[in-house]
């Protein structure tokens, strides 16, 4: 049995059209799941990219395998597993494309894979149809063995810039009209460059009907965002055809998930994966194809992406080490249900924005910043899965407890593995969100400045609008052009 796991980077569980969202997009994917089986509730236990494909490739926690962070730790602790070594030893052919294969990056990823090509290392957005391009290369050459391909694709990560053709399926008009209003604190924010980073605006111009400076319509970045889902899913159509084209595609299982979601204006975070909320945590996680002989089955169980490489190994029939925190899922293949399994609570944690822990458990999801000055949230997940109303003032016994409750958890995991710190804890200081600080005197100028800069600008666009009214009462027009460019 030959083994194709695809990563969508940043792809949300939600935007799966099968699972109830309302755009067509993941046409083939939904059939994909109809012969397979889909996990509805599959999360990572962190963001972004580099901790989860750690996660993903070893079946263990970040405790575990020690990276918690984009780029902190550096290595690894030396107890890191890896699931394509141990398939390579076990005679698969090996091939991984994802642009942290290079030389200069991380070694962990590289380990036991024949083939690494790093596409996209060079900044370039490679599109998923030059990732199916490498793999059907690749397939052309290979002998008889079985074989495992990793891939990481890009289509779905920032800046939502899809193909030409897919840009108008979930958008018309002018995203830059200021009377929509909806990112207009988000503009104003001095962290934005955090989130936007100098994207938006070759998104802006690629758009016909932008008339204005900046977006304004964060559903514009939501419809990009879907119409890139699109072209995504297109681009897992072609790789069957490929995989049939190699005359591969009985014996092949075909896994796709993300290595995380995405955050599109929720909770006060734009464009981007990090906060610990389930936007950002779960994600889409389908098996089809060999080995599965449950066509159409939906699996509500809770799952991680540690479960991905045991239940690969189980599928090959190479023993589990015992240091993998995942649990198979070859059970949920087979073509009876196993017994449900009990909702234990469940770690996650970020250490590149705010250095977060978070709590799943049956009923609620508790979030703890190790940074001063951030709150602590609750969200009862039974009444409101969308985590929109956070209990934490309102409810504080509760709010007490489930902070105890994950303190308790997060020192017996820590005490598992020989830890005596908190790795996230001693992240801070690394991370990338504002803190809370004291009022110093230059902080209070800047504020001064930047306030002057504001009513300025506001001043200058009560002026255009003055002059759009004397235009229109002179003229009877209810647009005039030239006040709709500076808008
Ligand atoms: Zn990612």
């Known amino acids: 049995m030959n083994f194709v796991l695809v990563v969508a980077d940043s792809l949300r569980a939600d935007r799966i059209s099968g699972s109830g969202y309302p755009r067509a997009t993941t046409p083939f994917l939904d059939r994909l799941a109809e012969r397979g089986v889909r996990f509805e509730r599959a999360f990572t236990p962190v963001a972004p990219t580099r901790p989860a494909i750690a996660t993903l490739l070893s079946g263990q926690s970040p405790l575990t395998h020690g990276i918690v962070g984009k780029r902190y730790p550096r290595r690894p602790r030396a107890a890191m597993f890896s699931l394509p070594a141990a398939l390579a030893?076990?005679?698969?052919?090996?091939?991984?494309?994802?642009?942290?294969?290079?030389?200069?990056?991380?070694?962990w990823l590289r380990r036991g894979f024949g083939t690494q090509v790093a596409l996209g290392a060079d900044g370039s957005r490679p599109r998923a149809q030059e990732f199916n391009g490498v793999i059907r290369d690749w397939l052309a050459r290979r002998p008889g063995a079985p074989f495992f391909v990793y891939a990481r694709y890009g289509d779905t990560h920032t800046p939502y810039l899809p193909p030409p053709r897919y840009r108008h399926l979930f958008y018309e008009g002018d995203p830059t009209a200021r009377n929509l209003g909806s990112l207009a604190s988000f503009w104003e924010r001095p962290h934005r460059g955090y989130f936007v980073d100098g994207w938006e605006r070759p998104l802006r111009e690629a758009w016909p009907d932008a008339r204005g400076a900046r977006i304004e319509d964060v559903g514009f970045f939501r419809a990009m965002y879907d119409s890139c889902?699109?072209?995504?899913?297109?681009?897992?159509?072609?790789?069957?055809?490929?995989?049939?084209?190699?005359?591969?595609?009985?014996d092949t299982l075909l896994v796709v998930t993300a290595d995380h979601g995405e955050s599109l204006g929720e909770h006060d975070l734009h464009f981007a994966h990090v906060g610990l909320h389930d936007c950002v945590l779960r994600v889409p996680c389908i098996f089809a194809g060999a080995g599965v002989r449950a066509a159409g089955r939906r699996v509500g169980e809770a799952i991680e992406l540690t479960d991905l490489a045991p239940t690969l190994l189980d599928l090959a029939g190479v023993p589990p080490p015992a240091a993998l925190d995942g649990r198979s899922l070859a059970p949920w293949l087979a073509a009876s249900a196993p017994d449900p399994r009990s909702d234990r609570p469940r770690l996650a944690c970020e250490a590149t924005y705010r250095a977060s822990w978070a709590l799943r458990t049956a009923t609620h999801k508790t979030i703890v910043p190790r940074q001063p000055g951030l709150p602590v949230e609750i969200y009862d997940l039974q009444a409101d899965p969308g985590e929109h109303r956070d209990l934490a003032r309102s409810e504080p016994e509760l709010r007490d407890a489930l902070v105890r409750e994950l303190e308790e958890t997060l020192a017996a995991a820590l005490a598992a593995r020989g830890l005596d710190a908190d790795p996230v804890a001693a992240a801070l200081g690394r991370v990338h969100a504002p803190r809370a600080r004291k009022r110093s005197l230059w902080r209070v100028a800047q504020r001064a400045v930047r306030d002057v800069v504001h009513r300025a600008g506001a001043a200058a666009r009560l002026a255009t609008g003055a002059r759009g009214q004397l235009w229109e009462r002179r003229n009877g027009s209810s647009r005039p052009e030239a006040t709709a460019q500076t808008m």
Do not use: K, N, Y
Request: hydrophobic share 50%.
């Open 229 to 250: 889902v699109r072209a995504f899913d297109d681009g897992m159509e072609e790789l069957a055809a490929i995989l049939a084209d190699a005359r591969a595609l009985d």
């Open 89 to 107: 030893r076990a005679g698969f052919r090996t091939l991984v494309v994802d642009g942290m294969a290079d030389r200069g990056g991380s070694p």
